[in-house]
């Protein structure tokens, strides 16, 4: 199975912060690798599919990028409503894995 | 408006089973793979199982094959997993999502708000 690990685990930020997430994979996965935002108590939301193409409806300061096994989600511009955890998920393989997660919360 | 909705968790004994079933609406269901999703309290995401449009390709994280069947019925907008010889490992929220699957890009682009399965005596 594909491993997926995500750094860091957790970060202290202010809006207007540019943040910087990272994940990696345990082996080339090209570009097929998502990711998701989720609130507490809600369903996570897709941000950004096969690396950095942003999903419909998600605001453009969200910017992926990367390909093979390092992978970045930046967000330009951190606003009140982006206080969440951010998850990576490869589809390199329909085993499909999830990174552990990163939760940004406020500084 | 398209949406998920996951119904039948519970509470269950281990060893135990349960059936979830998850009604899709607002678009067409038979176009589209689906997927089981969980997340144990305070944890992270882990993929369960995925069908196909047609049901015809099923695909099963290691830690639930031959215990958990996922399962599709299209003229019902429906997908079920069926969940046997339940452990507390298997306690979380149980989410429903979509996937587009085009052409080799898949992602998970709508889910549902979760059905709770708690696995204790």
């Known amino acids: 199975d594909i491993q997926m690990t995500q750094s860091p685990s957790s970060l202290s930020a202010s809006v207007g912060d540019r943040v910087t997430i990272t994940c990696r994979a345990s082996q080339n996965i090209n570009n097929y690798l998502n990711w998701y935002q989720q609130k507490p108590g809600i369903a996570p939301k897709l941000l950004i599919y096969a690396a950095s193409n942003l999903q419909s409806g998600v605001p453009s300061r969200f910017r992926g990028s990367g390909s093979g096994t390092d992978f970045t989600l930046t967000i330009t511009t951190l606003q009140p409503e982006d206080f969440a955890t951010y998850y990576c998920?490869?589809?390199?393989?329909?085993?499909?894995?999830f990174g552990p997660g990163t939760k940004v919360d406020v500084k | 408006e398209m949406q998920l909705v996951e119904s039948g968790g519970g509470l269950v004994q281990p060893g135990g089973s349960l059936r979830l079933s998850c009604a899709a609406s607002?678009?067409?269901?038979?176009?589209?793979?689906m997927s089981w999703v969980r997340q144990a309290p305070g944890k992270g995401l882990e993929w369960v199982a995925s069908i196909k449009r047609d049901g015809g390709e099923i695909y099963y994280v290691d830690s639930v094959k031959g215990r958990f069947t996922v399962s599709r019925d299209n003229s019902k907008n429906s997908v079920y997993l069926e969940m046997n010889s339940l452990s507390a490992e298997d306690t979380a929220l149980y989410y429903c999502?979509?996937?587009?699957?085009?052409?080799?890009?898949?992602?998970?682009?709508?889910w549902g708000r979760g059905t709770l399965v708690t696995v204790s005596s």
């Open positions: 607002g678009f067409t269901f038979s176009d589209y793979w």
């Open positions: 998920q490869q589809s390199f393989s329909t085993l499909f894995t």
């Open positions: 999502a979509r996937d587009p699957a085009m052409g080799k890009d898949w992602y998970f682009d709508l």
